[in-house]
Nanobody, 120 residues
Framework: QVQLVESGGGLVQPGGSLRLSCAAS????????MGWYRQAPGKERELVAA???????NYADSVKGRFTISRDNAKNTVYLEMNSLKPEDTAVYYC??????????????WGQGTQVTVSS
């Protein structure tokens, strides 16, 4: 089993910044994609940003130009730098990783989530 642990969430004023981190641990042979999703109450979970092992990135239109995703493969860690935060960014943010296991093959794992609240 693989565990993903997020950190860095909290309360911030509009226009402020936060940096989220997600570290993967456990029986990891390889990680291809890592990403961040978010979900607000009553809304569907949506992709925020994703990054491949080689560094290719993809962003939701709503965060493009404000958020930056990066990763450290040696640490099995993915980051999300969030700038110019807006109230509509308020949500629980979930880390996701597509992990290769020697016996079970590829499987998608989720973190427990970290709350991000943007409010005056």
């Amino acid at each position: 089993q693989v565990q993903l642990v997020e950190s860095g969430g909290g309360l911030v004023q509009p226009g402020g910044s936060l940096r989220l981190s997600c570290a993967a641990s456990g029986s990891i042979f390889s990680i291809e994609n890592m990403g961040w999703y978010r979900q607000a109450p009553g809304k569907e979970r949506e992709l925020v940003a994703a990054i491949t092992r080689g560094g290719s990135t993809n962003y939701a239109d709503s965060v493009k130009g404000r958020f930056t995703i990066s990763r450290d493969n040696a640490k099995n860690t993915v980051y999300l730098e969030m700038n110019s935060l807006k109230p509509e960014d308020t949500a629980v943010y979930y880390c996701n990783a597509n992990v290769l296991s020697l016996l079970s093959g590829w499987y998608s794992y989720w973190g427990q989530g970290t709350q991000v609240t943007v409010s005056s």
